[in-house]
């Protein structure tokens, strides 16, 4: 299983990485719960099934905030550069743009893709802030 995460920088342009998913902060449980860890990655606005048919290669669009998991078949995403990923069945990928930048998703193989992307929008800042 891999893990990745998207950027974007203050341009708006994407940045794929590789990420470590066993290096999050894991809260283990007490009792029979131990060696059970969990770690908040974000807040849940909606969990969407996606699917993909075979040859499925939609424009370069804004980036969703969120956590995809590939379920079934192959993911291809870009990001602004060009840059690619392949993602299979169990691979994930952390999206951590702000509203600016963009991927682009795809299916290059003999079979649909199913993958469940959570989506988790970004924290608001307070009234008043710069930030």
């Known amino acids: 299983m891999a893990g990745y995460r998207m950027t974007a920088d203050e341009r708006g342009q994407t940045h794929l990485e590789p ?3 066993f290096s999050w902060p894991f809260e283990n449980g007490p009792g029979e ?3 059970v860890g969990g770690a908040a990655m974000g807040d849940a606005s909606r ?3 996606m699917r993909f048919e075979t040859g499925a290669r ?3 669009h804004r980036a969703v ?3 995809l998991v590939v379920l079934a078949g192959e ?3 870009w990001d602004s550069s060009g840059t690619e990923v392949a993602l299979v069945a169990g691979d994930a990928l952390r999206c951590e743009t702000t509203g600016r930048g963009g991927w682009r998703l795809g299916n290059r193989v003999a079979q649909d ?5 959570v989506q988790m ?3 608001k800042s307070p009234p008043g802030s710069d930030a």
């Open 58 to 60: 939609p424009g370069f």
């Open 19 to 21: 990420m470590d998913l």
């Open 47 to 49: 969990l969407m099934l």
């Open 113 to 117: 893709t199913l993958v469940a992307l």
């Open 121 to 123: 929008p970004p924290k």
């Open 65 to 67: 905030p969120g956590f």
């Open 33 to 35: 719960f131990k060696g």
């Open 75 to 77: 993911l291809v995403v």
